[in-house]
């Protein structure tokens, strides 16, 4: 029998929410072969990385999964098998009436924001509260074993290969994007929230003698990016030279679309939660941009996953990437970093392989939620 999933998302701000359900719905469709409604808050939002949502659509089929707009007066409708809520968000109360009025109690789940710290490895799959006599569960994203692991399709690591392996493949994605990649250039996608440090890293890669290419989706970093250019504003198509930097800015593209981005790139800026993954599944070395949480919290979550990412590495790039990373997030200089950053680059981008293979022999978040779904029942 069909297992039916119902996905609740609001959308809180920026697009990683809706990246994270969206992704995990579409995979539990075509791999699961599981019955997938996902409920949005804000299809403008989903739209801007699914541009087929049709936004005035209560209800749309796309890819397999059901698009339900989360409506203000909430319709009878009948539970399904596994009930998530994406982020802690606070189903409708009457759909909580429908689990606890299920023949069949539903499992109930909170998808949990990622983290790499420890005390994530104690909390994955804990019950979390009851309403009546539904428990809710905690799942927890996660890099180390003992967590709920990462989004990853099942061919995805096989089909970035086959395309890094194709220069035709490469420059044509580019080429529909406007690229033409400039010989011996670094390419670089930068895709980040405000951040005063921007100015320094731009500064050192005009004044390199290795030329950089660095391509922007539009979005929340572009003021500080006109800013050092000194224009008034920035729209997609937009290019400037200044020393040895190019900036081009790129229109907001599809989330397939955006992963062979990064697949192209050198070296990705990323940020949030999807991106953050998608990065490291391209293999390529990265710099995060996380988001920021009252009282600095967000802090102690950078360091956690530098102390696993960076394992293994010599000492001089060890101290290059985690320096650039806390340059990044502190809105610093970016210079010193950055050249160490390009002084070791050979070994990040091994390192980065290396990483990316680790985390690919463990078992996707797709999965081990279907694996929890059949341990529960
Ligand atoms: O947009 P974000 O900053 O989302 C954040 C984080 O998820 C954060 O943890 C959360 O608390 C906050 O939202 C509310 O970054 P993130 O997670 O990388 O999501 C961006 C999504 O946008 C991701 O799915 C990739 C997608 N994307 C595209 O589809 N096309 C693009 O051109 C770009 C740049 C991104």
């Known amino acids: 029998m069909t297992v039916r999933w119902d996905i609740f998302c609001t959308v809180v701000d920026n697009f990683g929410d809706i990246g994270v359900t969206w992704r995990l719905a579409r995979q539990l469709v075509a791999e699961h072969q599981c019955a997938v409604r996902l409920w949005v808050d804000d299809l403008r939002a989903f739209e801007r990385l699914c541009p087929d949502i049709d936004v005035s659509l209560r209800e749309q089929w796309q890819q397999g999964v059901q698009v339900c707009q989360w409506p203000k007066d909430w319709p009878a409708t009948e539970a399904a098998d596994v009930v998530i809520a994406?982020?802690?968000?606070q189903l409708p109360s009457a759909y909580m009436d429908a689990m606890a009025e299920r023949e069949v109690t539903p499992l109930w789940m909170n998808l949990d924001y990622l983290s790499a710290e420890d005390w994530v490895i104690g909390c994955h799959g804990l019950p979390s509260v009851k309403y009546k006599h539904v428990q809710k569960y905690f799942f927890f994203p996660g890099f180390q074993a003992g967590t709920g692991g990462l989004l990853r399709e099942a061919d995805l690591l096989e089909r970035r290969r086959q395309f890094q392996h194709d220069d035709a493949a490469q420059k044509s994605f580019l080429h529909g994007l406007g690229?033409?990649?400039?010989?011996?250039a670094r390419l670089i996608s930068l895709f980040a929230y405000e951040n005063a440090g921007l100015a320094s890293w731009f500064e050192a890669m005009a004044t390199d003698v290795c030329p950089s290419h660095v391509l922007v989706p539009e979005g929340r970093?572009?003021?500080?990016v006109a800013r050092w250019l000194g224009v008034d504003g920035l729209a997609?198509?937009?290019?400037?030279?200044?020393?040895?930097?190019?900036v081009q800015v790129l229109p907001f593209v599809r989330q397939d679309e955006y992963d062979r981005l990064l697949w192209c790139c050198d070296f990705n800026a990323v940020r949030g939660e999807d991106s953050f993954v998608r990065a490291q599944w391209a293999g390529r070395p990265l710099l995060w941009h996380i988001y920021q949480q009252e009282e600095d919290v967000h802090l102690e979550k950078l360091e956690a996953f530098l102390r696993l990412y960076t394992q293994g590495l010599s000492e001089s790039a060890e101290k290059a990437i985690s320096g650039l990373?806390?340059?990044?997030n502190a809105g610093q200089d970016m210079a010193e970093h950055w050249k160490a950053v390009c002084a070791e680059h050979l070994e990040l981008a091994e390192h980065a392989q290396a990483w990316c293979l680790e985390q690919g022999s463990r078992a996707d978040l797709a999965t081990a939620l279907v694996k929890f779904y059949r341990n529960w029942l």
């Open 221 to 224: 970093v572009l003021g500080d």
């Open 86 to 89: 994406a982020f802690a968000c």
């Open 236 to 246: 997609p198509g937009a290019l400037h030279r200044r020393g040895g930097l190019t």
């Open 325 to 328: 990373w806390r340059d990044w």
């Open 179 to 184: 690229v033409v990649r400039e010989p011996g």
